[in-house]
């Protein structure tokens, strides 16, 4: 009768303690690596001269034609490459993040980086002339739909 008992205590302890592993890996306890990879949002933009006007024309990344509505989220790194396919030097300026481009001759490409931590919309201009804003660059906060907190948690 011992040995019974203490077979059924031995079963009911392992099957519990089984239960309590799968349930702690499964909370996502147990990664040697991070599975949300930083996010970094790329686009490409070249400057064009048409019939004397600067334009900025999408390239990569937006489907917009001239002057695009750029848009970047928060917390994630942005890169923007930006080419001179005019035939005149341009430098793109954003303001808010006060970060410019090199004086790109005409052919040249240069690249700005932008780690965003505040939403807002902000103009950006050709700094080589007038300070007339060619279009917008908005910063987008994005919060995940469901807040998941592990299986376990979601049922209760």
Do not use: C
């Amino acid at each position: 009768m011992k040995d019974r008992t203490f077979a059924l205590i031995g079963l009911i302890v392992g099957i519990i303690g089984f239960a309590s592993f799968i349930g702690f890996i499964g909370q996502g306890n147990v990664r040697h690596v991070e599975i949300f990879w930083p996010e970094k949002v790329q686009q490409t933009v070249a400057f064009k001269d048409i019939d004397e006007q600067t334009v900025l024309v999408g390239v990569l990344g937006t489907s917009e034609e001239n002057n695009p509505t750029l848009i970047m989220r928060t917390s994630f790194a942005y890169e923007l490459t930006v080419e001179n396919h005019g035939n005149k030097h341009h430098r793109l300026y954003i303001e808010g993040f006060n970060v410019q481009t090199d004086l790109l001759e005409p052919g040249q490409t240069d690249i700005i980086i932008i780690y965003p931590d505040k939403e807002g919309i902000f103009n950006y201009y050709d700094k080589r002339e007038k300070l007339l804003p060619l279009g917008e660059l908005r910063s987008i906060e994005v919060v995940p739909s469901d807040g998941f907190t592990g299986f376990l948690k979601d049922m209760i």
